[in-house]
Structure formats: C-alpha cells, structure tokens
C-alpha cells in the first residue's frame, strides 16, 4: 500500500470523547499519525439502569390499559421521566445527526483527496476509495434518515405510552360512567346500530374517478408497485376486506390490490381503492390485525377524507411533485445513492411519496378513521382490539428501525390510542369475535416463500441502480432485535466504513 493511498484511508479517524456527561466525535481529519481509536464510552442514558416505569413504557398498549388503573406512579416519577425522555431524544437525535455530519466531512475529504491524487492511484485503489466514498454515502443515509424519522417516532411512542400511564385510570372511570349512564350513546357516530344506513359523508361515488387518475398517474410515474403474483393472496385479502365492506359505511364498491413490496404500510386512495402492501401482511399475525388496518383505511373513504384535504389540489398537481421525488428515489438519480439504506428501512418507499392530503391524513381525520374503523371491524365480526395490538406491534418492535413507512401516515399518540381504547369499551358486547382464521394462516404459508424470494431478489441486487461502484461490500446494517429499546440504538457505536470491495 502507498503511503498516498494508506493516507487516504486513514485520515479521517475519529474518537469519541466524554465530555461533561457528554459524548462528543471529534474527527481528525488529515491527521498523518494513527490516532487510537477509543471503542468504550458512555452515555447518560447507558449509565443508567431503566426505571421501573421506563420498563413499563416498553410493554404493549393493550397491556399498558389494564395495568394503568392497577400502578401507580406519583407526579413526580412521571414528570422526571417525561424529561428523561425528552432528553434521550434530544441526545439521540443530536448523535445521529452528527454521526451524519461526521459521514459527510469524511466524504468531502476523500473526495478532495482523490481530486489531488488521482494520476496516483492504480485500478484497485482507486476502486477502494469509490468504495470507501459510496458506503460514507450509505451510512450518512442511515443516519439522517434515523435521525429525522425513526429516532423521533421512537420517542413519541413512549410518550404516548407515559400519558397513557398518567391519564388513563381518570379516564377510565369516566368511561365506565359514561356507559352506566348512558351518555356514551349521544358520543360522535355513536349510532352503531345503523352502520350502513347512517351517512357519513354524502356523494362517496364522486370520489372514484379521483381515485382512478391518481392510479394512472402512480403507473405512469412508475409508482406503483407490481401486484403479488399468487391468486390465493389476493383473493383472501380481498374476501377479508369485502366482508368488512359490507358491514361498514362505505357505499361504493371496494377494490383491493396487494402490493408486491416490502414496506409495512397500507393505504385508501379515494373512491375505494385499496392497497395492501406485502411488508404489512408479513408483520400481522391474526385476522382480526389485518381486519383493523383494512377497516381503518376503508373508514377513510367512507368519510370522504381526501375530498376534504384536496379542495383545491388536482391529482396532475400532486402527482406532478411526487413524481419528481420518485424518480430521484426509485430509479436512483441524484439522491439515489443518498436513499439507499432510508429505501431499506422503508423510509422513503410508496409510503413516503405519497402525498398525505391524497390519503386524507389529518390528526383529526385519523382519529374518525380510527373511530369508524373499530366500529366496521367489530360490525363485520371481528374482534376490534386487533387494531391496537397491531398499532402497538408496529410501534413498538419495528416502528423505529424497519416499518416506519406506516408511521409517516399513522403516527402514534396518546389521544388515538385512548380514543380507541374507549370506542371499544362502547361498543356492545358480542359474542365470538373472529380473532384469528384458519384461512389467514394459509395465506402466511403462501406469502413466506413468496416474501423470500423478494427479499433475496432485493439482496441480490441491492438497489444497486442507485449505487455506481459495484461489487463494494456494503456496510452492515444496524443491529436490531425486536423488543431492544431505543436507548440501545442510541448508545450503539458509530460506524466505520474501510472500503473493502468483494
Ligand atoms: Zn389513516
């Protein structure tokens, strides 16, 4: 190895010092002596052991309403922890982000580098370095799209999880009054017995042809992503959601498609259009989760939602942005290489293009759809809490790092959760509720093998349209096991990259 080329590769260490409690990267760059490398440090968060309340914050809402009215925690637990958390995303974010910064100064001075020593290099070294810039570019991806999705999502999970600690034995006791004296009835589509017979949004079938362009243009700008090729996949979904058609408010016909993609997500476009994409019936583990997801979005046509976002927007003018942002992503310009790992995270997929007033996405709107979704579900048979469990499932074991996709559409509060929470409680008691199916169960026998073929097609060809050297050994994707908490993430090592090429 040439001293140049030893210079280039080395040049950019950094060390990781503890400062007043705080972690801080200092970077040397250009230094021409190797500076150790410091592996250990420590955060305050890692210091810590988790209180019993944070350990608490990690199980599931649906568990988290029946322990709430049971444990009790004073002001002052709650205060001190909601300023842990504020603080852990604070320092998290900050940390991602300068992992980011870090990632694009080593950039700009293997690219500086590269300019002076280019007659220098022989094939193999200069390939090395391409290598070292393009994976720098990956892992500044990763962190930037960590930083501004996932780490934020992470922490607003929890807090919604400490208000739910906090102010759901209140509520609950109101509820249950509510019930006993029957004031519940006179609550927002209360009138859960004319379910079909009630409107809830005039003129559904003037929103079909809206619907209809938005799939052209979505084709057209190769948006949309191919259908799963198995007929037994598409014709159960479809059975599930027709079911729920017919016991929901929604009086146009319904057409259901399941997406040929990895992200968990699932969306209405309006006038009864709807889409499933693969990811989301990987994560779901019982009908009656699948039920919740397809009742919630239906229940976003019912109401006309979009029609009352896109008042003035055409669907040539909405496309006409997303267009642009899917042409970078998807057929890797510029911001190609830039996306790859943010792609595989799911951040910047069909879910992240997709403009929200198309998906009639609104805090207020998503807690009706919400409302009107456990209704149709618990109407068509289905045990309505599917919804929750599902939500919490998304949220808590993959919201941050695998399926966020869902969360840019569907972000998690308290107030959705409770709302939830108390729709169910009113709704009348039944017998039977389907929670899960032996049909359900079939169709995840189908979709595994067709899953890994997808995903293995995907690895086999890592996106490389959007990376230019090939045949460089990507950097390793940030570990993760279901059920680690944030601050894992959060204290995990910053990343290096050596530009080997396979
Ligand atoms: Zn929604």
Redesign the pocket.
Known sequence: MSDTFRRILSSFLCVQLNFLGTTLEVCAAKQATLAPARSEFSTAAEAKEPTPLRRLLQKPYVELFDLAPSVEFTAKEIESQRKALEEGKDFCVARFKDHAKRYAKEIDSAQKDLKAQTIKLNEVQRRQVHCRIQNLELLRSEAQALSSHAIPTAYDNLNAKLDLLQKWPALYKQTQQEIASGTYLNRRWGDVKDIGFREIAANQQDDIKKGQQAIEEMKRSGLLPPEVEDKSIQEYVNSVAQRIAQKSDLKIPLHVSVLQSREINAFALPGGYLFIERGLLEAADDESELAGVLA??MA?DAARHANKLMKKATIAGIFYQAAQVAAMILTGGVAGIGTYYALQYGFYGLGFVLNLNL???SRD??ME??QLGVQYAWNSGYDPSGFIRFFDKIATREGYVNGASWFR??PPFYQRMVNTRREIMFLPAKQDLIVQTSAFEQMKKELAPIAAAANKEQMGRPSLKVTREQGCEPPTKLEYKPGQPIEALCSAPARTVNGAAH
Do not use: S
Request: net charge negative.
């Open positions: 919630h979005e976003h998906l009639g996405v709107y998503e759809a919400d559409t569907h």
